[in-house]
T-cell receptor, first 113, second 114 residues
Framework: GQNIDQPTEMTATEGAIVQINCTYQTSGFNGLFWYQQHAGEAPTFLSYNVLDGLEEKGRFSSFLSRSKGYSYLLLKELQMKDSASYLCAVRDKRGNQGGKLIFGQGTELSVKP | EPEVTQTPSHQVTQMGQEVILRCVPISNHLYFYWYRQILGQKVEFLVS????????KSEIFDDQFSVERPDGSNFTLKIRSTKLEDSAMYFC????????????FGQGTRLTVV
């Protein structure tokens, strides 16, 4: 089966660092994506990992361990506008292109002053 | 910056009616997708489309659903006879061919079946 788990909600303070974890069990794997989704809006791409290790993009970093079926998204220097839902998604293995995304439930992050 | 556009942004329809949701993917992308998100639930894959045919579909995508690329720019999702449980946000997405490419999502169509 396909299963992607992430915490339902988290709260953090403006200026702090927060780590959102994601574990997955999928029949295929061709990359793990993190998306940000504000209420009522489309998911927007944040980061992508296909190999083990850390990918850094400004205030956002994402880590992947394929052997553990584990990823995390690290957000630094939190801002109020970072309050949103963070979606972990695994791309199904369909050769090297065009695979569907399997999404987790999303983690609702609230940033407090 | 190129973007995926969807119309309409909101659609209210009566149960049993047909609806067509429209999408214009990013122009040089070759893979097209429809996802849906029922309020408060996760984003779910419906169908992927490549080279003018469906490449994969989920269990949700039954005979009531169909997709079409009627011309070089539009990509549509048709629901033939809507049910109350079809009420959701429907997202169109497109992606480049290649390994390290993400899917770009449109702003969504909120479908309400009454």
């Amino acid at each position: 089966g396909q299963n992607i788990d992430q915490p339902t909600e988290m709260t953090a303070t403006e200026g702090a660092i927060v780590q959102i974890n994601c574990t997955y069990q999928t029949s295929g794997f061709n990359g793990l994506f993190w998306y940000q989704q504000h209420a009522g809006e489309a998911p927007t791409f944040l980061s992508y990992n296909v190999l083990d290790g850390l990918e850094e993009k400004g205030r956002f970093s994402s880590f992947l361990s394929r052997s553990k079926g584990y990823s995390y998204l690290l957000l630094k220097e939190l801002q109020m506008k970072d309050s949103a839902s963070y979606l972990c998604a695994v791309r199904d293995k369909r050769g090297n292109q065009g695979g569907k995304l399997i999404f987790g439930q999303g983690t609702e992050l609230s940033v407090k002053p | 910056e190129p973007e995926v556009t969807q119309t309409p942004s909101h659609q209210v329809t009566q149960m049993g009616q047909e609806v067509i949701l429209r999408c214009v993917p990013i122009s040089n992308h070759l893979y097209f997708y429809w996802y849906r998100q029922i309020l408060g639930q996760k984003v779910e894959f419906l169908v992927s489309f490549y080279n003018n045919e469906i490449s994969e579909k989920s269990e949700i995508f039954d005979d009531q659903f169909s997709v079409e690329r009627p011309d070089g720019s539009n990509f549509t999702l048709k629901i033939r006879s809507t049910k109350l449980e079809d009420s959701a946000m429907y997202f169109c997405a497109s992606s480049d061919p290649g390994v390290n490419t993400e899917a770009f999502f449109g702003q969504g169509t909120r479908l309400t079946v009454v």
